[in-house]
């Protein structure tokens, strides 16, 4: 199980990881995307399930932390060599507030060359998803990016499978249901070693 309190980021990612199986692996309170494949080859999501990426409240909702171990705002000024742009992570005055995303489920996106500055490119290509579920997640409908004001939106089975999974083109199957579900129980396995 991964559990998260960012207001983005990736509760499982390959990154430019090919040739990768995410199985029986259940994803909650992750407020960016669930699962991704970003500029990945031939990955499959197996049984895979993500559940109430605001935990009881919505995508209006905030949580997690905000400010950086410093209180820095923004954090810029710590991570970015351009200090004019604002934080991603935080919204609202004095970085109070944290910001939602897009509330993704799986993701099949591209790691561009601009990101990886000019050295190379990589597509998502040949994703999968296997009898994955989801349930109760939502959403910022908004004109802008990086926010914590707009219209917050259910993502049903249309939603998700047209507008939120990035390049339709680097997907080979899409086997998801919208169901409610219980989540799997963490377990520290025990190990017994004979001395004979």
Same mark, same amino acid.
């Given at each position: 199980?991964?559990?998260?309190?960012?207001?983005?980021?990736?509760?499982?990612?390959?990154?430019?990881?090919?040739?990768?199986?995410?199985?029986?692996?259940?994803?909650?309170?992750?407020?960016?995307?669930?699962?991704?494949?970003?500029?990945?080859?031939?990955?499959?999501?197996?049984?895979?399930?993500?559940?109430?990426?605001?935990?009881?409240?919505?995508?209006?909702?905030?949580?997690?932390?905000c400010?950086?171990?410093?209180?820095?705002?923004?954090?810029?000024?710590?991570?970015?060599?351009?200090?004019?742009?604002? $934080?991603?992570?935080?919204?609202? *005055?004095? #970085?109070?507030? @944290?910001?939602?995303?897009?509330?993704?489920?799986? &993701? /099949?996106?591209?790691?561009?060359?601009?990101?990886?500055?000019?050295?190379?490119?990589?597509?998502?290509?040949?994703?999968?998803?296997?009898?994955g579920?989801?349930?109760?997640?939502?959403?910022?409908?908004?004109?802008?990016?990086y926010?914590?004001?707009g219209?917050?939106?259910?993502? $049903?089975?249309?939603?998700?499978? *047209?507008? #939120?999974?990035? @390049?339709?083109?680097?997907?080979?199957?899409?086997? &998801? /249901?919208?169901?409610?579900?219980?989540?799997?129980?963490?377990?520290?396995?025990?190990?017994?070693?004979?001395?004979?």
């Amino acid at each position: 199980m991964s559990v998260g309190n960012a207001p983005n980021g990736v509760g499982v990612i390959f990154e430019m990881s090919n040739h990768g199986v995410c199985q029986d692996v259940d994803v909650t309170l992750v407020g960016g995307t669930c699962f991704s494949a970003y500029g990945a080859d031939n990955v499959t999501f197996l049984r895979t399930r993500a559940k109430n990426n605001h935990a009881d409240g919505s995508c209006l909702d905030g949580q997690g932390y905000c400010k950086d171990s410093n209180g820095l705002w923004p954090n810029s000024q710590t991570y970015a060599s351009d200090q004019s742009v604002p $934080d991603k992570t935080c919204c609202g *005055t004095e #970085a109070l507030t @944290r910001c939602d995303t897009e509330g993704g489920l799986w &993701f /099949a996106g591209d790691y561009t060359s601009g990101q990886a500055g000019g050295a190379y490119s990589h597509q998502a290509s040949n994703i999968s998803i296997k009898q994955g579920v989801f349930y109760n997640m939502t959403r910022i409908e908004s004109d802008d990016d990086y926010t914590n004001v707009g219209e917050c939106v259910n993502i $049903d089975m249309n939603d998700w499978a *047209t507008s #939120a999974a990035n @390049r339709q083109e680097a997907w080979i199957l899409k086997d &998801f /249901a919208n169901e409610d579900f219980t989540l799997r129980v963490p377990f520290t396995p025990s190990f017994c070693f004979s001395t004979d």
